[in-house]
């Protein structure tokens, strides 16, 4: 497997919810992650994915609720989510794909 895919494979999606966009006013971008991913992989992943220099990468787990799904009850999933901060003077436009 190529070095590229390993990154997509960290790498799941870009969340743009509110809080995103609040918190890439101050040069953060929030992605989904793979569960298993760490700090140093993430900033790897982003730095080659995108060309931009990374200068912090904070990471949260978001537990799955217990949900009712066509009247069963069901379990979403648990999300990891990367809040990446840039380096003055690099973005990342979200809002285009790859």
């Not at 101050?26 to 790897?44: L, T, Y």
């Not at 994915?49 to 979403?76: D, E, H, M, S, Y």
């Amino acid at each position: 497997m190529s070095a590229k895919a390993e990154h997509y494979d960290v790498i799941r999606k870009p969340i743009i919810t509110e809080k995103a966009t609040m918190a890439s006013e101050n040069g953060a971008i929030v992605f989904e992650v793979a569960m298993d991913s760490n700090k140093p992989q993430i900033k790897e992943a982003v730095e080659a994915l995108f060309g931009v220099k990374v200068k912090a990468v904070n990471t949260t787990i978001t537990k799955g609720k217990v949900k009712r799904f066509r009247g069963q009850l069901g379990k979403r999933k648990d999300v990891k989510k990367a809040y990446v901060t840039l380096e003055e003077g690099n973005t990342i436009d979200v809002t285009t794909g790859l």
